[in-house]
């Protein structure tokens, strides 16, 4: 099993909802990540957390809260988004933050709209 | 930082060879490594050259030269499923971070 699975795929909120997306890996990856992507652009880091420790916050808005609750489950929690942060947000994982040969597993990501 | 630039886009017809260039400024790095993305889909890893030289796979293969700063990724007897954006991706040294490039269009005609 080589999957990192994302849910919900598609997801429109207002600018005052709160709702969370979620990733699940049973890998037993111990690295897992949170990327975010806009059209036609490279996926961007957003965080890191390393054997269920947060390691890497690349200077994201407090209105992305990152969890995880174990080691195969990485949720991301939204409130107060802006429609600028509309994007694709894609979960990854690998088997440690070395990921011996650059291989990280990306989920199919979670479409957000924000309205 | 790092910084890793690739052409925005490349097209060609089924059956040819292409090349996709990456090229960086990084203060020293694990290896480069390249990823495919389909419209919609996930990421998904190709090939990675920890050392410089050619690496193989199929009819993909990848290349490094660490010291012009560059690689690229070939692509063999292209299909049409080869359609898709393509990142070269390194790890610096002194993170945990991977760092994508600016990432690589293909159209591939019949």
């Known amino acids: 099993d080589t999957e990192v699975t994302q849910t919900p795929k598609h997801l429109v909120m207002g600018m005052t909802n709160k709702k969370s997306l979620k990733c699940e890996q049973h890998?037993?990856?111990?690295?897992m990540y949170w990327y975010k992507q806009k059209a036609k652009k490279p996926p961007e880091l957003m965080f890191v957390?390393?054997?269920?420790?947060?390691?890497i916050n690349e200077s994201v808005p407090s209105r992305f809260s990152p969890e995880c609750p174990n080691s195969s489950l990485l949720n991301l929690h939204l409130h107060a988004l802006q429609p600028e942060d509309s994007a694709l947000y894609l979960c990854?994982?690998?088997?440690?933050?070395?990921?011996?040969?650059?291989?990280?597993?990306f989920g199919e990501g979670s479409w957000l709209t924000v309205v | 930082g790092q910084s890793l630039e690739q052409p925005s886009e490349v097209t060609a017809v089924e059956g040819a060879i292409v090349q996709i260039n990456c090229t960086y400024q990084?203060?020293?790095?694990?290896?480069l490594s390249w990823y495919q993305q389909h419209d919609g889909g996930a990421p998904t890893f190709l090939s990675y050259?920890?050392?410089?030289g050619l690496e193989e796979t199929g009819r993909f293969s990848s290349f490094l030269s660490r010291s012009d700063s560059y690689g690229y990724l070939l692509l063999q007897e292209l299909q049409m499923k080869d359609s898709a954006s393509y990142f070269c991706?390194?790890?610096?040294?002194?993170?945990?971070?991977?760092?994508f490039g600016t990432g690589t269009r293909l159209q591939v005609f019949p």
């Open positions: 990854a994982s690998s088997q440690d933050t070395s990921f011996s040969g650059n291989t990280i597993y």
């Open positions: 890998m037993g990856h111990r690295a």
């Open positions: 957390y390393s054997y269920e420790k947060l390691s």
């Open positions: 990084t203060s020293g790095f694990y290896g």
């Open positions: 050259n920890a050392l410089d």
């Open positions: 991706a390194v790890r610096s040294l002194d993170s945990d971070k991977l760092i």
